[in-house]
């Protein structure tokens, strides 16, 4: 795990990295419209990149839709780097942030595969099965220790 480094920063910093991802996870393999997923959001948003080496291998960005309420989104590791620790380590640096945010809970919307990985993390399912992008996701929550 120690050879991925995460940056946090602005669309501005970590875009090239971020749309990279992004477009492999969602757009490539996933099968999401390009113009879905890149939804003009990101430059309000903080931007979480994991690099291997100088290779950009995961992403996430964090939102604050209520002072004290994070919504973590756009989360996606490369196939080449998953179940080796990138989705905990990009998990931890987003939760890190909104408590310097001074937020007490997080929300996310999962896609259904996932809701175990999310699940091991302390996020509990608090609503039923949805469709986003033709994805089955649900909605999941975690409240955040100061």
Known sequence: MSDYEIKVGTWNDLSEGATAVRRAVFVEEQGVAEAEELDGKDPDAVQFLARDGESPVGTARLRFPEPTVGKVERVAVRKSHREA???????????????????????????????????????ETVSDQFEEAGIPHVEMRKRLDS
Do not use: I, P
Request: glycine share 8%; no cysteine; aromatic share 8%.
């Open 85 to 123: 620790g990138v989705g905990s380590a990009l998990m931890r640096a987003v939760e890190d942030a909104a408590r310097d945010e001074n937020a007490t809970k997080l929300k996310l919307h999962a896609q259904t595969r996932v809701e175990a990985f999310y699940r091991q993390l302390g996020y």
